[in-house]
Every structure is written in C-alpha cells, then in structure tokens.
C-alpha cells in the first residue's frame, strides 16, 4: 500500500513540477511588425509579458541574435514581408528548453538598439528593436532646383511638412476603420506638390512612408533642412463622435484655449509612448537650460506661428468647416522649435463619420491641401524671409514698380485689395481688363506691388 501511495505521489509531484515549467514558459511572441524607414529598420514583437531579453551583432556574415528567456513562438517570422529592410531571412529555434532564440540574416551590417514598452491603448508588451544604419544616406535633395544667382540672395522659402504618427503609430482611427497615419500621409504628399508648385517655395516631407520618427526628430529635421516654416497635420479623434471641422494650432507655453486643444494635445503627446522611442521623457529640459534667450526666440516664433496659422485658417475656411474660427494653442510637443514658426493642421475629425468620408476622397484633401498653401503663399507674401526669392522680387517689385500675382480668396473685395496694397480699384480693373467690381473666389489677378 505505502508503495503505491509513493507512485501516486511521484506522478502527482512530476505533474506539478511539469505545469510549473510551463507557466513559467507561458510568456509568447504572438504577433510581429517589421517598419523600415530611410535610416533605421524597426521589428516589434508583440508579447504576454515583459521578459529578460539580449541582442548582439555578428560579423562575416552579418547577423543580428534576439535571446528572449522563457518565451515561445507562436507567429510565423518566416513570413514576415522583409521589402526595403536590410534583413533577408529570420530563423528561429527553442534554446536552454525554455529559452527563444531569433536570428536575423542581413544584408549588412547594421547597430543594433534594443528596449521594451509597456502596455498602452493601443498595445499590449512590446520588445522593440532597431536595426540602425548608420551609413544610411542624407536625405534627398529636392528635384526641383532653388532659384538664386547666389546662395544667399533667392533661395526658395522651405517648408517642412511632418505627416502625423505612422509605423508602429496608427493616430486615431474612424468609426470606419480609417487610420489616421494613412490619411494624414496622403494629404502631406498632395500639400508637398502644392506648395513646391509655387515659384519660390521648395516643401519637403519629414516621412514619405508609413515608419514612426519621435516627435522631438520631427523638429530636427526641420532644422536640418532650414525650414522656415513646420506643418504639421493631422486628423485625430475626440471622446465623441460629434466633433466636427478643421482647426490649426500654435504652441502655448502655458494653458490650452480649449478643452478640445487640452485634450489634443495630450493625445499627441503622447505618440512616443505608442510608437516607441525608448522611455524617452516629453519633459521641455532644453528651454529650461536656455534661459532668457531661448524664451525671447520662443516667444518670437510663436507670435509668428499664430500669425501664419490665421492666414491658413481663413483659406481652410474656404473649403471645410471650422471647428474654432481663431487659432488655437496647446502645449503640442511636435511644435516646440524655438526658431521656426510651427503650426499643426487638424485637417477634420477622423471620429465623425462624415469627416472621416470626406477625408478618404483624395478631391476633398486636394482642396485642403491647395487652401493651406494659398494661406502659407499669403503669408510669406506679406513677410518674405530675408535672402528668398520672394523678398528679392518684392524689392524688385517696390523698385520697378512691379506686379505681383494674388488669388482671390473668400470675403475680399476689389475696395479691400486696393486698400491693403495701397492702390486703387480703378488701377486693379485696368490691370486686369476687369468691367465690374465683381471678382471670383479663387481668380488669380494681378495686383501692383507699390
């Protein structure tokens, strides 16, 4: 009897020591992303928990190892789409028992970076890596040349136009399913063709395909390309459906104009910890270092920002419903540069379901994207960068007795136009061979720039 009581004991200590193992195995890779973008490669792996975790390089060939303790694979890496990153095979296989291992074969050699994020909104655990090339090529110059003689005497003004969230990042989604990355990308590149159609203006893209950059390198990247204006767009999400309208935003170095601004803001702001930079902290160090004089250069742009942005909203005015007739301001991280003038575009609700169908028409984007840049156009027309083109033939204009071109916008009148460019009404008819007072909105007629 006590040896079979010791039988039954040992099966029952073997199966508790067997379910034990595997509960301490339980952690799995249940889906997996790769992103690449211009400079680096991003895989994600989805898991059911945080786990321990080491990534090394090999050289002669070139691979990359991912030691994960404890977990299994419950995805096919295998197949995985791997086009446009620098990884030509992954491999897997169970190490120690209990242990993953995933190898990746490379196409060169790459730095790897490593980190784990917790679960958001959006996301369950995550382990991030990045395959960092860091022979990866600048930027590409513009195809459109720069009008000048010289290098400083008529540049092209340069805008930079940053789409929104992207990668690991979807924004906001509609009730449709529409995600917000997609379409705010769309509208980018038809705004970039836009803008870089105007003589004078050159626009590039902070991302021209669906990766993830943190919103601090958004800015960098302006800088890098001295931008003289940022626009960010977006088409995000409030609590409700009944939101409803475009809106342009400026930085706000104290409170929000707006719970609708508040509440933005923080969800943008938020962007980093969905699409992953590592823990990085949104805390502003820098201008709390700076002093005084990044407060001055702070204070400058955002006057600036606030005035380009007025310009932007009238011309959006034209052509989609106003959420808030003046522009509002909130403490969007993506706007901190304290020497250009940064303004963020929210292009329509995505969670309104009319919203979110108009903004999937590429006619309606088209029509947003020509009337923010006939606002940008206005702007710089009236206050043209030193050393641009436009300011070169404003002085011309001025000298000579000159011509500008200007496109007839929503509310203006011929009295209005004479009175702003310090002419007459009868000089603007004779100009423009014009037998009435009456003018159409989006008419494009000449108006003397003395």
């Known amino acids: 009897m006590n040896h079979i009581l010791r039988k039954i004991m040992a099966v029952q200590l073997a199966l508790l020591l067997g379910a034990a193992s595997l509960a301490h195995a339980q952690t799995a890779v249940n889906s997996a992303r790769v992103w690449p973008a211009p400079d680096h490669t991003r895989l994600v792996l989805d898991l059911g928990s945080s786990v321990e975790h080491s990534v090394f390089a090999l050289e002669n060939p070139s691979r990359l190892v991912i030691d994960i303790k404890d977990t299994s694979l419950k995805v096919a890496l295998d197949r995985l789409d791997l086009d446009g990153s620098p990884i030509k095979r992954i491999r897997s296989a169970r190490r120690n028992g209990n242990d993953l291992r995933v190898v990746l074969d490379l196409a060169s050699d790459v730095k790897p970076r490593s980190f784990q994020l917790a679960p958001n909104q959006e996301y369950g655990h995550r382990l991030v890596v990045d395959l960092i090339n860091e022979n990866a090529p600048a930027q590409k110059p513009s195809s459109k040349p720069v009008l000048s003689e010289s290098n400083d005497s008529k540049r092209d003004i340069i805008v930079m136009i940053d789409a929104g969230h992207g990668g690991e990042d979807p924004g906001a989604s509609g009730p449709g399913g529409t995600r917000e990355k997609d379409v705010v990308l769309k509208l980018a590149h038809q705004l970039k063709d836009a803008i870089s159609s105007i003589p004078g203006y050159t626009a ?123 522009v509002e301001q909130a403490a969007f991280v993506v706007l901190k540069s304290p020497d250009i003038p940064s303004i963020l575009v929210e292009a329509g609700f995505i969670s309104n379901p009319q919203e979110e169908r108009k903004l999937l028409s590429a006619s309606y984007r088209s029509k947003l994207a020509h009337a923010i840049s006939r606002g940008v156009q206005s702007y710089f027309n009236d206050t043209p960068p030193p050393g641009t083109y436009l300011a070169w033939q404003k002085r011309q204009g001025k000298s000579a007795g000159g011509l500008s071109s200007y496109r007839v916008q929503r509310g203006d009148t011929l009295s209005d136009l004479a009175r702003r460019n310090a002419t007459t009404v009868s000089r603007i008819k004779q100009l423009n061979g014009l037998k009435g007072d009456q003018v159409v909105i989006g008419q494009t007629i000449k108006i003397p720039t003395t």
Do not use: C
């Open 204 to 326: 590039k893209l902070t991302r021209d395909g669906d990766y993830y950059i943190d919103l601090r390198s958004r800015t960098l990247l302006a800088r890098k390309e001295n931008a003289d204006l940022f626009i960010s767009v977006h088409a995000d999400a409030f609590r409700t459906s009944q939101p409803r309208g475009a809106s342009v935003f400026a930085l706000s170095q104290r409170g929000a104009t707006s719970e609708t601004a508040r509440w933005l803001a923080r969800n943008e702001n938020r962007s980093d910890l969905i699409g992953g930079v590592g823990g990085v902290s949104l805390g502003d160090k820098n201008e709390v270092l700076a002093g005084v004089l990044l407060d001055l250069s702070m204070t400058a742009s955002i006057n600036a920002s606030v005035g380009v942005g007025s310009y932007v909203l009238r011309n959006l005015g034209s052509v989609a419903t106003l959420h808030k007739p003046g």
